[in-house]
């Protein structure tokens, strides 16, 4: 692993550093803005057999549209006229309103002393000089957003969507259709009349492109809308619903609605972008083409809400509650601004701003990756990808670039989707392995404190033993091996079961009876072990119970009490399992037990960590003791069943 030099990482987190990344980045979105820009705009320069039309008028002389590639894109200065069918209405004769840019919205734009609104409908009219003889004409354009007809010297050549002077009433399809074909009879000039429906969108958005038939421009295009955008928006669903099934995996009964909102805003953007509205004409039929461009805005402006409130949840930004709430509301306020100033060219005013705000939110995300901030790297790229299609888009539509705005949101969500599957995999991995080290880590710790307490008890009891033994030899040659054989049953039943936390009821009765029979030749035989078992059909810790005996022995005195007594009891009591460790001793006070004995305190330890069972101390000074272990019945026999 390379190590990075402190300096260079003081140096890479400062704020310095941040500003100047920031600021290059910035640099390169500008520049990557104005290269594609001018690229648009001087598109005849790059293609020179893409010549723009002057003054109405559009050169051919030279042209053979048969070895023309990509055909000719009439670009340039078109003469328009305003709520006007030329051809269909019979007003061919009409003089213009002037000329008017191709492609460009009309928005705006000031015709016999008045500016125009992005409603109405249009004619647009182009002569293109000296066609060759023979040449075969289709015309058509490939990304309009505007439903069209399209005449080549009067006759009808394409037509697309359903056209209306009402906005109501006006409609966009799949593709354009073929009519006819325009062919040439000799070296011509050919008027091309493109008219327009009221779409509310403010006229042409793209080139009519004229090709030789046959060519196939339009039916690869055609092609690319039918399989590509189907195929990304499977991969959006598909991403989308792995991604909604994680988040609400990773967090369980605490869902994360601010994940959620941004995995829907995403794929919403998708659905209403102009990849999706050309193939929902093809299913439904023509679609009013101004609500989806309605819906494409308040997407964006829900992606972007959401975006927001994500990356404060996930602690990548870190603005103030008052601060994010004033700009989840500003950039609300110029997204409804930027739709009410549609197609007019004052829309670049909240377009800017909320390209400003985007930059905002990009640099409080580089600051976050300075500090090493969990996947911030990742959001910065979502933001600078968002801003990518978010300039397309409005581009697109002031038709400011030749390319179309179709492929970057299809870009966006796969992108998204597949990195938030990334993250979200990541996550719920480190979830995974947390709580299985948190689990071992936890049952470390348990088993440790269980040996230790083991430890207390082994050592503690093996001790007495031996001493009581010593003590007998020398009373009794015969008494001692009889307490050592005592002693080596009980030893042996102990090593065997020792790798066992629990062993049958009835093994540690007879570890309880070797132990007794070994104390009780020591004591002359002057304490009784009263057994009342009525049910024996479960487990219990080793040497769990015989402390109790031998606290019986050594604290109860029952040795000096007339007629001593130590009683066992178990029985099957509702629910639970019921053992009785009863004398008639001196009895102790439970509240007078010193800090530093453990023995008590590791039984109730053991069977509550075991068997999750309670014990009940019930002892009086003079009375005896009655110590009662509830074990619950439930567990027991589910464990047995096993």
Not at 460 to 477: C, D, K, P, R
Not at 504 to 515: K, Q, R, V
Request: net charge neutral.
């Amino acid at each position: 692993m390379i190590k990075v030099p402190d300096k260079l990482k003081k140096i890479l987190k400062s704020k310095g550093f941040g500003i100047a990344l920031y600021t290059v980045l910035l640099l390169f979105l500008v520049y990557w803005i104005l290269y594609t820009l001018e690229f648009s705009y001087n598109f005849t320069g790059i293609r020179p057999q893409n010549i723009k039309a002057e003054n109405g008028v559009y050169d051919f002389s030279g042209i053979d549209l048969e070895t023309a590639e990509g055909g000719k894109r009439l670009r340039g200065d078109w003469q328009f006229y305003y709520n006007k069918w030329i051809v269909t209405d019979n007003l061919i004769t009409d003089e213009p309103d002037g000329l008017i840019y191709v492609p460009s919205r009309w928005t705006g734009m000031r015709f016999n002393g008045a500016a125009l609104s992005r409603e109405g409908f249009a004619s647009y009219a182009l002569v293109m000089q000296n066609v060759g003889k023979g040449q075969k004409l289709e015309i058509h354009e490939t990304g309009c957003d505007t439903p069209y007809r399209i005449f080549a010297n009067g006759v009808l050549i394409t037509t697309y969507g359903i056209m209306s002077k009402d906005k109501s009433e006006t409609r966009i399809s799949y593709e354009p259709e073929n009519v006819n074909t325009y062919i040439t009879t000799k070296t011509e000039d050919v008027l091309i009349v493109v008219e327009v429906g009221n779409a509310g969108l403010g006229g042409l958005n793209d080139c009519p492109v004229v090709a030789m038939q046959g060519s196939g421009i339009k039916f690869a295009r055609s092609y690319f809308n039918k399989n590509f955008p189907l195929f990304f928006a499977g991969i959006a669903i598909s991403f989308t619903i792995i991604n909604l099934i994680m988040v609400f995996s990773l967090f369980g009964e605490k869902k994360e609605w601010t994940t959620v909102a941004f995995l829907i805003a995403v794929f919403l953007h998708y659905l209403f972008s102009k990849n999706i509205y050309f193939i929902l004409n093809r299913f439904t039929g023509p679609t009013p083409p101004i609500l989806f461009y309605i819906l494409n805005i308040f997407s964006n402006c829900f992606m972007l809400l959401s975006f927001l409130f994500h990356l404060q949840r996930e602690k990548v930004t870190d603005f103030s509650k008052r601060s994010r709430n004033i700009l989840a509301a500003l950039i609300s306020a110029l997204f409804l601004v930027y739709y009410l100033m549609t197609g007019s060219f004052w829309q670049v005013i909240p377009f800017v701003l909320l390209l400003a705000v985007m930059a905002v939110i990009l640099y409080r995300i580089l600051r976050s990756m300075q500090k090493g901030v969990r996947f911030s790297f990742i959001y910065s790229f979502f933001m600078m990808l968002s801003m990518v299609v978010f300039i397309y888009e409005g581009m697109d539509f002031w038709s400011a670039m030749i390319f179309s705005s179709s492929e970057p949101p299809w870009m966006l969500v796969t992108t998204i989707s597949i990195m938030m599957s990334i993250i979200y995999f990541v996550r719920m991995r480190q979830n995974t392995v947390g709580a299985m080290k948190s689990i071992q880590l936890e049952k470390d710790y348990t088993d440790m404190r269980h040996a230790a307490m083991l430890a207390q008890i082994k050592p503690h009891f093996v001790f007495n033993a031996l001493t009581s033994i010593q003590s007998m030899y020398h009373e009794s040659l015969e008494e001692g091996d009889t307490a050592l054989n005592y002693f080596s049953k009980h030893l042996r039943s102990n090593i065997e079961s020792d790798k066992r936390d629990l062993i049958p009821f009835e093994d540690e009765l007879l570890n309880i009876g070797n132990y007794f029979e070994l104390e009780n030749m020591r004591l002359k035989n002057k304490v009784r072990l009263l057994f009342d078992i009525e049910y024996f059909d479960f487990d219990v810790p080793i040497l769990s119970l015989q402390p109790l005996i031998e606290n019986a022995i050594k604290y109860a005195k029952t040795e000096l009490i007339e007629d001593g007594y130590i009683q066992i009891v178990s029985r099957l009591e509702e629910k639970r399992i019921v053992i009785e460790v009863n004398d008639n001793g001196i009895g102790f006070d439970a509240a007078a037990i010193k800090p530093e004995s453990k023995g008590l305190a590791n039984i109730i330890e053991r069977f509550k960590y075991s068997l999750n069972a309670e014990i009940v101390i019930d002892s009086e000074i003079g009375k005896g003791t009655a110590i009662s272990i509830f074990i619950p019945y439930a567990e027991k026999t589910a464990e047995i069943d096993e």
